[in-house]
Every structure is written in C-alpha cells, then in structure tokens.
C-alpha cells in the first residue's frame, strides 16, 4: 500500500507537464475569445463572466495570433507525437512491467539473504536503517558457502560475498536492457538509473573477493545496502503507480 503522501508526490511529479498544459490550453482558450472580434455568447450575456470576455482595449490582433498558434500547435502535438507515442508506450509495458518487477524481486532477495543469515526476525517491509546495520554486523559472508551454475555441466562454489556480488551484476545487466527501450517512462527511468547508480555499483567487485580481505562481516556495505532497498522501494511505489497494478511477487505486500 502506497502511503498518501508519496502518492501525491508521484502525481505532481508524473503528471506535472499535463496540468502546466491544461492551466496554458485553459488561459489562451480565455485570451482568444477575448481577442476576437466576435461578439460575446448570448448565454454569458449580463453575467459576472461577461465582463472576463469583452475585448481588451488594445492588441487584440497580437494576443489572438499567440493564443491560436499556440492551441493549434497543442493540436498538432496530441495528433502526431502524443497518441503515437502513447500508443508505442502501451506495446512495449508488458517488457516493462516483467522487467521491473524480476528487478525489484531480485533487489528484494538481495537484502532478504543478508536478513535470514543474520538469524534475526526482522520484517522487511518495515526495515531500518539500524536493523539492516545489526544484521551485516553478524553476518560473515566467507562463513557461507553457496553452489553457482554457470552452465548445467559446471557448478562451482563461493562465499556469500561472491552471491551478492552475482546478484548485483544480473540486477545491473536487467536495468541496462530495461533502459535501452524508447518510450520509456521518465519517473521510471530516472528510478532505474538511480538504482544503477547505487554505491554498489563500486563496492560489488571487493565483495567478490571478501575472502582476499580482512572484513569478517558486512557491517562496512551496511549503509550502501540500505540505500539500495530504499531506492528499490521508491521504484517499487512509482512501478505500481505507473502500471497501474499490483504484482504477484511484491515484497512490501
């Protein structure tokens, strides 16, 4: 459940070009019959509105040039780029929506690993900064061992910190092709670069050879890990916004 607070944060943000557009269509729809020469509405007539609609004294002539360029081009945009690209955006969502939800499962695995080897009983839906902390604390990712596939014939093993490494570099190789697609959303976009941009993004690599290191816990990734569920959570509130769905998988359910 999307709290009512993010949620009028994210129509302001998503739908902040159309109510700018709508305010502007409104006010040259306004200048442009108060431009013209023609008279005003019989219905409006000895009305209180029938004052905002008599000429203005001077440069009508300008004032209903701008006003009808700009509502004509407002025009020409929803018929060549808006209903196109809207159009080309509803073909690719079942890409986007399948991508964006495997991304934020696999973020959500990530940490939830980190949580379950710690032994503690934290929720993860409602998970602090301190508990996440407490968790990397006492957990030492060379301790635990895990079996990898690179294909059906080869099966290797390797610590934890090789895991989370792996998990890292498929959430990132995801994002990558996600991003590649035209038409993507812009709030979800911005979402999905500012999780590749995680600290992680830098860090990953030492995790894969924590055994080569002195670190016996995942206490100095504490703080990098918690930024990376709360981005994964800001993707996560915008994704259903944007698709206008739940999904099956979600971990803040």
């Known amino acids: 459940m999307i709290s009512k607070t993010v949620l009028f944060k994210f129509i302001l943000e998503w739908k902040s070009t159309s109510m700018i557009l709508w305010t502007l269509t409104f006010i040259f729809i306004i200048l442009s019959i108060k431009s013209s020469n023609e008279p005003v509405i019989s219905l409006f007539e000895e009305t209180v509105i029938?004052?905002?609609?008599?000429?203005?004294?001077?440069?009508?002539n300008f004032i209903?040039?701008?006003s009808i360029g700009f509502l004509l081009s407002e025009i020409f945009y929803i018929i060549v780029v808006?209903?196109?690209e809207k159009q080309k955006k509803k073909d690719i969502s079942p890409f986007i929506n399948s991508k964006c939800e495997s991304i934020i499962f696999s973020s959500y695995s990530l940490i939830q690993e980190i949580i379950r080897l710690s032994n503690l009983t934290y929720n993860y839906k409602n998970l602090?900064?301190?508990?996440?902390?407490?968790?990397?604390?006492?957990v030492n990712p060379k301790e635990h061992i895990f079996k990898f596939a690179s294909n059906i014939a080869d099966i290797t093993e390797g610590h934890f910190g090789f895991k989370i490494y792996n998990s890292w570099a498929r959430i990132i190789n995801e994002i990558d092709e996600t991003t590649r697609y035209p038409?993507?959303?812009?709030?979800?976009?911005?979402r999905l670069y500012k999780l590749f941009n995680n600290f992680l993004r830098y860090t990953a690599k030492d995790l894969a050879v924590i055994d080569r290191l002195n670190n016996d816990s995942l206490e100095s990734w504490s703080s990098t890990f918690y930024d990376f569920y709360l981005e994964t959570k800001d993707l996560r509130d915008y994704?259903?916004?944007?698709?206008g769905k739940e999904f099956k998988n979600d971990p803040w359910k």
């Open 128 to 138: 602090t900064s301190e508990q996440l902390n407490e968790a990397c604390k006492i």
């Open 82 to 84: 808006y209903f196109p």
């Open 50 to 60: 029938e004052k905002y609609l008599l000429q203005f004294s001077n440069a009508n």
């Open 239 to 243: 994704y259903i916004l944007y698709s």
């Open 64 to 66: 209903w040039d701008i």
């Open 183 to 190: 038409y993507i959303d812009s709030g979800l976009l911005k």
